[in-house]
């Protein structure tokens, strides 16, 4: 939510609009605490609603995908496309997606071997996307997806999620891909045994990346056929 930029994962998009033979997108959106939500979601939801205009692409088969608060974006994302009517996407690819503001309230977590994103990096994280403590009863589902209710979520597209065992995010992001199914939405959830945050980033060429890496166009390529 508060670094990054679309530059870094420019060779990841090569990559996947290359292997899909599709149309790649990367939002540059603004950042927090300087901009908190909404704004960088409102920026990707303006960014699919361009998308969707161009001559090139089908507005039917667009597949939305981010990693980390990336994912918590693109979580966001097809709940608040869902809510507004402009573009449904088909697919959704949820990478160790940040999507529970209220996981910074547990302490029952043992994080000694959490790597790259702790319970303190989430608190601030949340902190400045939010404007406001993390578990605040007012926070909207558009920011912290896994507060959506089971009605909204039914009318979810389908998903892909992936998250390792030793993330911080896992046990938020298994509960939001059982939540699915219970109601009705096709979710593939892959969970790596012993993987840590942002794991792929750092073992690009481990055999568990690669398979993580597999599955997840394995799903787009999938979507994209539909």
Known sequence: MVIGSPAQDDALCRRLA????????AVDYRLAPEHPFPAPLDDCHDALVWLASQPDVDPNRIVIAGASAGGGLTAGLALLAQDRGDVRPAFQVLVYPMIDDRTVLRHDLDERNFRMWTNRSNRYGWSSYLGCAPGSPDVSVH???ARATDNQLAQLP??????GSLDLF???DVLYAERLRSVGVDCELNV????????DGLARKAPVTRGFNASRDAAIAAALAD
């Open 18 to 25: 290359k292997r899909h033979g599709a149309v790649v997108a």
């Open 143 to 145: 920011a912290a997806p």
């Open 158 to 163: 389908p998903a892909w999620i992936g998250v």
């Open 170 to 172: 896992h046990d938020e």
């Open 192 to 199: 790596v045994p012993g993987a840590f945050h942002a794991f």
